[in-house]
């Protein structure tokens, strides 16, 4: 019996095939699309010069054909070859019969295990596809999804999770991550998409390859300073993702702040960046109008030739796309030789660079500042010619870490969250802002753009456990559901458009509130970016102020959400704002985590230290992060 590459058009069903029982393929062309052929065909000569009889894997001819024919698959079609084992040395019902009655059908988990077991032998996985006669991607594939968590592999054999499902949870390396977010399936409603859900969960701390930062940095500088890329194997475009949000923004902070530096020393007064552009920073500066440059001989015959070229795109009498980019990167060039910020323009004003959307950094020049703007620092990315004096840094003055404010920014987004699914009024007046917004181009809202569900994730506590989330899934049960097609039923959409309109004007608002409350995205009072880019928008602040958000009601401080999180100066700071300045300085002198265990019980909501004065307990129950305080409305 020898192994043969045949193509798919070459082979045909043999009469001699013992199964005769119709039997469904949906499942095994499935498992097809997405790892490959898992066992050879076994084939026989049927007397034509190229062409074989199948006497073996009739269920897996019959799937090769119908994807075939489908046309989905750009691997699979009728001239594809796949492996086969020739067999001419017995009858055909022999072999069809052998192959039937000895063979205890292999679950697909056990495939992988197997794979895996022959890499851990010292195979590659060039050697493993070599032995089988299929693709190395195909071998790639199966060691991706032997190496899930034991427990998600259990589920799949027990049919409580489908191959898809399971190849979901492949774009996190991560067993222990893999673990959590199947433990929390249970959560996710019947009717909404588990594959979905399961990435979503998997990739919030990561950055796809087509983010701006991403483009902005390049994957080769990112994998450089140590970041690690995670490919979905089973997306069909081969969808990649950077491991490292926190490094990604890093390096493209460093890498902004050196353009920042350029600019400095080509002459402007001052140097602004941001990660994703901030509309109000733009609008707060006057710009400059450049200024005409007297040409040389030089320019002005530069100039009129791509002025003639520009008159010849003009004079076509049809363009297409890239006449049209032509003509605007010759009108950019005109334009800059014709016009530029003198030395005495650049002097008195600055420039603000910002990443956009495809990962180039826009430069607005010539910026000036209003004449009565205090002189604050700005963003990381923020130069000034004029010295700046230094100072010791007091140790309780120092920012928050970036794990800690990325934690604290999700616990008050939760919160702010509750209030807006409760107060139909002000989720009416967020969504229809962000649709204005959008819609006139006038700046940007705090909702995701799609209306899509925000989970709120920390990395050091359950965040749906806590008081903000148990309110939250209680919001979410209450909600009617009488209007939803059942599990067994037909999800039709103009149906169910029917049977939303004909819901009551409460169901209606208590929908639309809840849906628009989780769909606010993170930000801190102080926040100028983060990751995923959020930059702060003040509609954010001004929404929490006019909910009137109770923040120490839901939010907590206690050693694991914060005081273990901060320098003893900062804990000594918080202890002298609650308990007094005198107790402060009393402990100056204790160990880190004694003051923070000593904190953790005055903080606590029955406090275990019953010394506190009415005073103390007054503004320790009122206390909170001041960047996630909201400001008290006005008006």
Known sequence: MTIQMIPLKNLNLSPANVRKVKTTTAGLEASIASVGLLQNLVVKPNGKAGHFEVIGGKRRF????????????????????????????????????????????????????????????????KDIAARFGIKVRDVEKRLALAAVHPKILKSYRAGDLTLDEVMAFTVATSPDRQAEVFDGLGSVPTYANKVRWIKDQLTTDKATASNPLAVFVGIDAYKAAGGTVTTDLFSE???????????????????????????????????????????????????????????????????????KRLDALNDKEETDNDDWEEQERLEDQIASLTYAFTPEQKAASGVYLYVERDGTVERVEGLQRPEDAPETEQAATVGEKAPVPQKPVDPADKPLTDALRTDLRQSRNQIMQLYVARDFGMAFDLLLHKMIVDHLDLGT??????????YPRSTVEDLQESPAGQELAALFDA?????????????????????????????????????????VKAQLADDKGGYPATPANPVYERAGALLDIDMPRYFRANPTNYFDRINKGQLLKVAAETVSQEWAQSRANAKKGELSATMGAKFERDPADSRNTPEQQARIDAWVPAVMAFPKAQG
């Open 62 to 125: 019959i799937a090769l054909t119908n994807l075939a024919k489908a046309g989905k698959h750009s691997e699979i079609t009728d001239s594809t070859e796949f492996p086969c084992k020739v067999d001419d040395a017995t009858t055909g019902k022999e072999q069809s019969l052998a192959e039937n009655f000895q063979r205890e059908a292999m679950h697909p988990a056990d495939e992988f295990e197997a794979f895996q077991a022959l890499i851990d032998e010292g195979k590659t996985p």
């Open 479 to 519: 909600l009617p559901r009488d209007f939803l097609p059942g599990d067994d039923e037909e999800q039709d959409g103009d149906k169910l458009f029917d049977a939303i309109r004909a819901l009551t004007p409460e169901t209606k608002q208590a929908w639309f509130a809840y849906l628009v409350g989780v769909s």
């Open 237 to 307: 475009n081969d969808h990649s993702y950077l491991d490292d949000g926190e490094l990604l923004v890093k390096l493209a902070t460093e890498k902004l702040c050196g353009m920042v530096q350029e600019a400095l020393a080509d002459g402007w007064a001052w140097a602004h960046g941001d990660l994703e552009k901030e509309w109000e920073f733009v609008h707060a500066h006057e710009q400059l109008d450049e200024t005409e440059v007297k040409l040389t001989k030089k320019q002005q015959a530069e100039i009129a030739k791509l002025q």
């Open 445 to 454: 809202g705090i909702l995701d753009a799609r209306v899509t569900e925000q």
